[in-house]
């Protein structure tokens, strides 16, 4: 009888869509992405993952928020089923997996900033598009173009949460994610996402990691940058808000420059100083840290690509008598 009972078992576990596996009962799978889900292992891991993950991200949000939560949720979905299934080059089950489990994963990890952190609770806007790309050649990889956007808000009514989520909304105004409209870029992929890295009283820093592709480029390209939310000042922090006098501008490349040779040697450009003036100066280079001001750097600005996106770090102590009134505390961020 046990014998009769592990020859059942087997069976069983042979049988497609005979579970409630994944986030949903595989017995009632009725689309191709259902189907791919339960038919791939790790794909049906991953959407149980999922699952966990947005219920987790939508817990303790207000309405409005959740609402806009679970409308993100559904376009993912849409993007997700067109990108793999609808336009799929290769309609393969192992090829429609594989390219689910890539979304589902950076799905999972977007979604992972909805959290609380330092007495508020953030949530997310994201927004996604795609088209054919008009160009792709028959057999190639990269036949449809994928835009993905994500941003933290602020889930509250108060001045901080609606000065935090304008300066948020403005600042992303431009991307374009309609696959329909003509500012569409249908020859690249494109990721912007920005996470709350810093909460404090003074300051609240994000950090933005943008991606971008060109079709059949030897390899994308990306950037670093940050921004410097003020809540008593409700609005983005600007240089001044930080340095003071008419020469700080000077004074902070000479001393960027010198970290640079210091930081990184014969890795930059030579000549490098002629071109980042502005950059050093740019608050959305700026990272706050307990030794001193780091400037951040892009690929490509101060030395080669293989190098990556340096950084060079100005000590407070060579800073003290550039700051302003407020920059002391902006420094410490209280």
Request: aromatic share 12%; proline share 4%; net charge negative.
């Amino acid at each position: 009888m046990r014998i009769v009972f592990a020859i059942l078992a087997v069976f069983a576990l042979a049988l497609p869509h005979t579970a409630a596996a994944a986030s949903f009962d595989c017995a009632k799978a009725a689309t191709v992405m259902e189907e791919t889900i339960c038919d791939v292992p790790d794909l049906s891991k991953a959407d149980e993952v999922l699952d966990v993950a947005y219920a987790t991200a939508i817990g303790g949000l207000s309405k409005s928020a959740v609402n806009e939560m679970r409308q993100g949720q559904r376009d993912w979905l849409d993007f997700a089923g067109y990108v793999c299934i609808k336009e799929a080059p290769d309609d393969t089950l192992e090829e429609r997996g594989t390219c689910l489990l890539d979304l589902y994963n950076q799905r999972i990890s977007t979604l992972e900033d909805s959290r609380m952190l330092g007495g508020r609770r953030f949530y997310l806007h994201t927004a996604y598009g795609a088209a054919p790309d008009p160009e792709a050649e028959p057999g190639s990889y990269w036949q449809v173009a994928q835009h993905a956007l994500a941003f933290p808000m602020i889930d509250g009514e108060d001045d901080v949460a609606k000065g935090f989520n304008d300066m948020m909304g403005v600042y992303f105004a431009e991307w374009v994610l309609d696959g329909e409209s003509d500012d569409f870029d249908s020859s690249s992929d494109i990721t912007m996402s920005a996470s709350v890295e810093t909460v404090l009283p003074a300051r609240i820093t994000v950090k933005l990691d943008n991606f971008w592709y060109g079709h059949g480029a030897a390899h994308g390209n990306y950037g670093v940058s940050y921004l410097h939310y003020l809540p008593a000042e409700n609005r983005q922090m600007i240089a001044q808000d930080l340095f003071a006098g008419s020469d700080w501008q000077k004074t902070l490349l000479d001393l960027t420059v010198a970290a640079l040779k210091s930081e990184h040697g014969d890795a930059l450009f030579d000549g490098f100083e002629d071109d980042i003036a502005e950059i050093v100066t740019n608050p959305e280079r700026w990272i706050f840290g307990d030794y001193g001001l780091s400037i951040q750097f892009q690929p490509y600005e101060v030395s080669a690509y293989a190098y990556g996106a340096p950084t060079a770090t100005v000590k407070w102590e060579n800073l003290d008598g550039l700051l302003s009134e407020s920059g002391q505390t902006l420094r410490w961020g209280s």
